[in-house]
């Protein structure tokens, strides 16, 4: 602030000099002083100074011209000594220690070490250092030459450096293959101390990934998981107690960890049973705390796969969190899919009432998704379309889907349309199933393209007339392809000229001049 001050005064003062005005003894001393302290201050020769705001960037002269580029010593006892001065605050400076961090890592962790033993830890330098570090290129010779450096570092420092150090942890937990019991101090110690949030957010995944507590519990996951555990082996004896700590719910910073934790409950259930069905499962409880089944079940919903030994075991809190599902978010929209998906194949686990009746619970936000979930799942199926229609998305329709006609939506009907002409050959059937939830589209562009890009339109005529007639209805603008569709079925069938509906799609698509 001084020196901007100070620049400030120079400013005015050199310019009330240079347009002729005759400066009194005390302010002509002023500005000698100034001058004297600051000989690399000279007026702009760009008349920049004559503006309130003057903006320029990378590649101007006069932005080139203010920056101060420090460049880092190459010797290394130099280094430390250049280690030693605290960062310039000054505007435009900037050196070059994290690209000497990146191409010398080794003499940029002798020099840390260096100071280290000196007990001087400056913190700013640290925390680029392990930035850089954290890359897939430097971790492993980072962690081989300073894991026992930064085991010794005071915990008012570590705690400063906490949300760069736990990511450089966590970096180095995939190929950590030395130095087990100082990985395990440092995590402990994280654990132990008090830390600010990560980021500010209503969304439990988002602030436990982003959180100092959230970058340990991933670490001790992924050196877990570099072990390559296998069904049933039990947690090991060193992370055991560490993942149980975690699950204590009277730590409220524990919390992101629980998150992290749930969406690897599917791996933790086969490890270890018991330990899951004992520590984790009672998360998922939504009677319990609602704060914590919220919490797990995003994260279990962050990435969710069906086990089925896992939904036996938490089937009568899957099936509740139907009844939350404003609660989840962005991912009550995963959980509509993924109820979706064991409806489709219950198994034993599920009965048809219990399904049925999770599914009506659905908002209708939750029903457009389990109809898109249909649609993904019919595509998926390939060549056996007409065979997982069958056997799989016509049960699920007269088992478990509403039968509320109140509850259509346009983005339903769309996604039913969709579903119908991915259906290829069971369309006829498809299309009677599920006609009386059609309704017109805002925008049918891309459902009149697959049904034209299909060749249902020759196939089966009649009923791409009824499908057509039932989504289209005088939208303000017309599909391009409606047109061809129409003709594909003229030709087919001749006599749906004399459809009423035939003719009113075709004057419509005369009008929007498509013909």
Not at 154 to 174: C, G, I, M, Q, V
Not at 233 to 247: H, R
Not at 393 to 422: C, D
Request: charged residues 25%; aromatic residues 10%.
């Amino acid at each position: 602030w001084q020196d901007l001050l100070n620049h400030s005064v120079w400013l005015r003062l050199t310019k009330l000099a240079s347009g002729g005005v005759s400066l009194g003894d005390e302010t002509q001393l002023r500005l000698e002083k100034l001058r004297l302290l600051h000989l690399e201050w000279h007026l702009s020769e760009n008349e920049s100074d004559e503006f309130s705001i003057w903006m320029s960037g990378t590649g101007d002269p006069d932005f080139e011209e203010q920056r101060q580029i420090d460049r880092v010593p190459h010797d290394r006892h130099e280094l430390v000594r250049w280690l030693q001065r605290p960062p310039s605050r000054i505007f435009l400076y900037e050196d070059n220690w994290r690209e000497v961090c990146q191409k010398k890592p080794a003499a940029a962790a002798w020099a840390l070490c260096a100071l280290s033993q000196e007990n001087h830890w400056p913190i700013e330098r640290w925390r680029e250092a392990l930035q850089t570090w954290s890359d897939d290129k430097l971790r492993r010779r980072s962690w081989q030459y300073l894991a026992t450096v930064v085991q010794k570092m005071p915990d008012e420092t570590l705690s400063a450096l906490a949300h760069t150090a736990t990511h450089w942890l966590r970096a180095t937990a995939k190929i950590l293959d030395q130095h087990h019991a100082i990985f395990l101090d440092l995590c402990c110690r994280f654990l132990a101390m008090d830390h600010q949030d990560g980021i500010e957010s209503d969304e439990p995944v988002s602030r436990a990934i982003n959180h100092p507590v959230g970058h340990i519990t991933q670490a001790l996951l992924d050196h877990w998981f570099h072990r390559q555990p296998e069904d049933r082996q039990g947690l090991p004896d060193d992370l055991k107690p560490l993942f149980t700590a975690l699950c204590n719910t009277q730590v409220e910073q524990y919390h992101h960890a629980r998150v992290l934790l749930s969406a690897h409950v599917i791996s933790m259930f086969r490890v270890d049973r018991e330990w899951t069905m004992q520590h984790l499962l009672p998360m998922f409880n939504w009677q319990h705390s609602p704060v914590e089944a919220r919490a797990a079940w995003e994260g279990f919903l962050w990435s969710p796969r069906l086990y089925q030994p896992l939904f036996e075991a938490f089937k009568n809190n899957f099936l509740a969190t139907a009844h939350h599902y404003a609660e989840l978010g962005k991912h009550g929209r995963k959980y509509a899919t993924t109820l979706t998906y064991v409806a489709l194949d219950p198994a034993d686990t599920f009965t048809v009432d219990e399904l049925r009746q999770a599914i009506s619970a659905l908002p209708p936000a939750g029903l457009l998704e389990s109809a898109q979930a249909l649609v993904n799942a019919l595509k998926g199926a390939g060549k056996q379309r007409q065979e997982y229609w069958k056997n799989r998305i016509h049960p699920f329709w007269r088992n478990h889907w509403p039968k509320n006609l109140q509850l259509v939506s346009e983005g339903i009907s769309e996604q039913f349309a969709r579903l119908v002409i991915e259906t290829q050959d069971a369309f006829p059937k498809a299309l009677e199933t599920v006609e009386k939830w059609l309704r017109p589209i805002k925008h049918p562009h891309y459902v009149v393209h697959r049904l034209h890009e299909s060749g249902l339109c020759r196939q089966y005529p009649q009923g791409a007339l009824t499908l057509l007639g039932a989504i289209i209805n005088d939208q303000p603008w017309a599909p391009r392809e409606l047109g061809d569709c129409l003709d594909a079925i003229l030709k087919t069938w001749p006599d749906a000229y004399q459809d009423d509906r035939f003719k009113r799609l075709i004057t419509y698509t005369r009008r929007h001049g498509h013909e």
